[in-house]
């Protein structure tokens, strides 16, 4: 079972930038396809951005398509979402999610 833990959230203005990583234990990420998912009180999680495992391709939610990013740096057993252009709307708590391992998720609040 891998053990995944984001970080990097925080507080930002709109129009501002933030890099969250994801970072695994317990088992190499290579190999594996890695998603982002965000999640407001009240509302279900929803998709965000995946990657996959052998060639790195990537899919992106219209919602955050063209400002976000995500990569993934083997070697550090980590993936990436680099989100930039951040709108308040982007607020949400984050996770990772590979196969049916979850994150504690990581809280981003985008001020107006």
């Known amino acids: 079972q891998v053990q995944l833990v984001e970080s990097g959230g925080g507080l930002v203005q709109a129009g501002g930038s933030l890099r969250l990583s994801c970072a695994a234990s317990?088992?190499?990420?290579?190999?594996?396809?890695v998603g982002w998912f965000r999640q407001t009180p009240g509302k279900e999680r929803e998709f965000v951005a995946h990657?996959?495992?052998?060639?790195?391709?990537?899919v992106y939610s219209d919602s955050v398509k063209g400002r976000f990013t995500i990569s993934r740096d083997n070697a550090k057993n980590t993936v990436y979402l680099q989100m930039n252009s951040l709108k308040p709307e982007d607020t949400a708590v984050y996770y990772c999610?590979?196969?049916?391992?979850w994150g504690q998720g990581t809280q981003v609040t985008v001020s107006s």
């Open positions: 999610r590979v196969g049916d391992s």
């Open positions: 317990g088992r190499t990420l290579n190999g594996y396809a």
């Open positions: 990657i996959t495992s052998s060639d790195s391709k990537t």
